[in-house]
């Protein structure tokens, strides 16, 4: 079956780094396109990167562009992105999600926490 | 990027029919007939209910149902059941492959 598996959540200080990541199986990743979506605590759900099938091409939400890059890795099933300067606002719950025009498949959520 | 417009509650009782709308512009609900909606109960992820604007993936019962009208989406639920209570996000792509969320919706059943 479909599984998606996100980890390297965890806590930072504001201006830190962190590297997500995203273990797909289950599926022909490499014929998906792949997005990151977060969900800050309480609140609604923002899409915030997509990578096309091959990795060709990535794409930002404004408030990340030039902070985070998305990436993947056909050969090994996986999704990553990478999180510089990290802010308080960035405290959410990262979800990675496989589709092009929508999300068929989505992960269980790895928790970012940006605190000092 | 701005979200798209969607009531922040609804209810109904079981067995009863809502509909949550989803307002967005021409340059992104209006534009393309990639719009879905997910469903999502309290921590667990969302789960994809209606795709395409009125496709509904396998698993998925044929309560649900979705329609566009202009820059306006909706998701109709018929025959609630408790099960249903949740929350319900549309999602549209908004070109450029770029893709806006709406602020969510929490339906109770009564």
């Known amino acids: 079956q479909v599984q998606l598996v996100e980890s390297g959540g965890g806590v930072v200080q504001p201006g830190g780094s962190l590297r997500l990541s995203c273990a797909a199986s289950g599926f022909i990743f490499s014929s998906y396109g792949m997005h990151w979506v977060r969900q800050a605590p309480g609140k609604g759900l923002e899409w915030v990167a997509f990578?096309?099938?091959?990795?060709?091409?990535?794409y930002y939400v404004d408030s990340v562009k030039g902070r985070f890059t998305i990436s993947r890795d056909n050969s090994k099933n996986m999704l990553f992105l990478q999180m510089n300067s990290l802010r308080t606002e960035d405290t959410a719950v990262y979800y990675c999600?496989?589709?092009?025009?929508?999300?068929?498949?989505w992960g269980q959520g790895t928790l970012v926490t940006v605190s000092s | 990027q701005s979200a798209l417009t969607q009531p922040r509650s609804v209810s109904g009782s079981p067995g009863q029919s809502v509909t949550i709308s989803c307002t967005g512009t021409?340059?992104?609900?209006?534009?393309?007939?990639?719009v879905s909606w997910y469903q999502q109960h309290p921590g667990k992820a969302p789960k994809v209910m209606i795709y395409?604007?009125?496709r509904r993936p396998s698993g998925v019962p044929d309560r649900f149902s979705g329609s566009k009208s202009g820059n306006t989406a909706s998701l109709t639920i018929s025959g609630l059941q408790a099960e249903d209570e949740a929350d319900y996000y549309c999602?549209?792509?908004?070109?450029?492959?770029?893709?806006?969320f709406g602020g969510g919706t929490k339906l109770t059943v009564l």
């Open positions: 021409s340059s992104d609900v209006g534009g393309y007939n990639y």
């Open positions: 990578t096309l099938y091959d990795g060709s091409k990535k």
């Open positions: 999602y549209s792509y908004a070109g450029s492959y770029t893709w806006v």
């Open positions: 999600g496989g589709g092009q025009w929508m999300v068929d498949y």
């Open positions: 395409d604007v009125r």
